[in-house]
């Protein structure tokens, strides 16, 4: 069974070892570009370093959520939005590769959107890579309609009031 939460302070190293050693698989191009650095050394301190400021800004700021997908214990997807004036965006839904197409982005974001409506947001927005075909197809399939292309991003949107 797949259960979704919150995430906490406390579970920052979790996240922080799940997006270590996820790094490699994260469909989006700016990750595989960061991934071929060569020298293994530079390249772990360099995640280690980026992903754990980023983590720790992300939690430290109190208009940014962040939820897990955990099977039997074990992470298997992250979501997290950011909501500033009525206005949300979603920064990220990730699942490893072995639990996509298990329903678990959809679980994700159903989170989000419920928590975004608890909070009065009027428009939830986001970016993503027009050849992220399954993740426009989740977004979609929940909602959302794409408003702007442009370099082969597209902004979707997603009217909640």
């Given amino acids: 069974m797949i259960t979704i939460k919150k995430v906490s302070w406390r579970e920052l190293e979790k996240i922080h070892c799940f997006l270590k050693k996820s790094w490699l698989d994260f469909p989006d191009p700016y990750f595989r ?15 280690k370093v980026l992903l754990l400021n980023w983590l720790q800004k992300l939690l430290a700021d109190y208009s940014t959520e962040m939820w897990i997908a955990e099977k039997d214990g074990n992470m298997v997807g992250i979501s997290y939005v950011e909501i500033r004036r009525k206005r949300a965006i979603l920064h ?16 994700l974001l159903q989170s989000v959107i419920r928590f975004c409506l608890e909070k009065d947001v ?38 909640l009031n």
């Fill in 33 to 47: 570009v960061i991934s071929k650095i060569d020298n293994a050394k530079i390249f772990t301190r360099l995640v």
């Fill in 92 to 107: 990220g839904i990730y699942v490893i590769k072995d639990f996509r197409g298990k329903g678990i982005g959809k679980l």
């Fill in 122 to 159: 009027h428009t939830f927005g986001l970016f993503v890579s027009r050849s992220n075909t399954i993740a426009i197809n989740l977004f979609t399939k929940n909602g959302f309609k794409t408003v702007a292309i442009r370099n082969n991003i597209a902004y979707m949107e997603l009217v």
